[in-house]
């Protein structure tokens, strides 16, 4: 009884260690936004909906939020919610996760609405392929994959004026892709395996958002 009540201290004090640790990560997250507010208001809230119906629908919703540090640079983070089959009997992957990225405006004082810019970001994803033509074996068959993915890229896009607050920004890049996760089979007589997989696959990056500056 005496080692059972020792061994609940101990991880309810383990527990108290990791809320305080969460509480001042908070807390320094707060004070960081606090200050940046502080300054003259130089803030873009993004977001993007494109949604295409069909038996598996294509989709890509996004949120973020770019704030201005010097008249040249912005940090921007995304967050990003997608659906795609790239044609029929494809496999369709299911992707969200995050995106850091950093931004070099071109020019000097213009409007943030009108400038060109670079950037270099990098994605954090979790993701799920299903579906497709069937990849058979004499032994078993593929069935899903799940996993991460984290990437590291260049782009280069402008922004548009929607007018004295709107702006959408037209970007297109390229990135290094970086994915591990779990492949599941099924055998012929159903039983399910798995087997780990990782690989790097360079691919093309575009897109657009719609932002509100204030």
Known sequence: MRCSLDSIYMYLNKMKIILEKRNLLVLTLL??????????????????????????PTYSFGLGYE???TDNITVQLLYNSSQFTPGFDAETTK???????????????????KKLFFAVFTELYTFNKTGGMPQYNLDYS?????????????????????????????????????????NTFRRTNGELFFKDFKEAIPEARFGLNVGYLF
Not at 31 to 45: E, H, R, V, W
Not at 96 to 109: A, S, W
Not at 153 to 179: C, Q, T
Request: aromatic content about 14%; glycine content about 12%.
């Open 31 to 56: 004070l960081m936004l606090g200050s940046t507010f502080g300054f003259a208001q130089k803030n873009i809230i993004k977001a993007r909906a494109i949604y295409l119906p069909a038996d598996n």
């Open 67 to 69: 704030r201005v540090i």
């Open 95 to 113: 992707s969200q996760g995050f995106v850091p990225e950093v931004r070099y405006y071109l020019g000097k004082k213009d409007d943030l609405r």
């Open 142 to 182: 593929w069935v899903e994959s799940n996993g991460n993915m984290t990437s590291l890229g260049v782009m280069i896009g402008k922004n548009n004026s929607l007018g004295k607050h709107f702006l959408i920004d037209i970007y297109f890049g390229f990135r290094y892709k970086f994915e591990k996760g779990i």
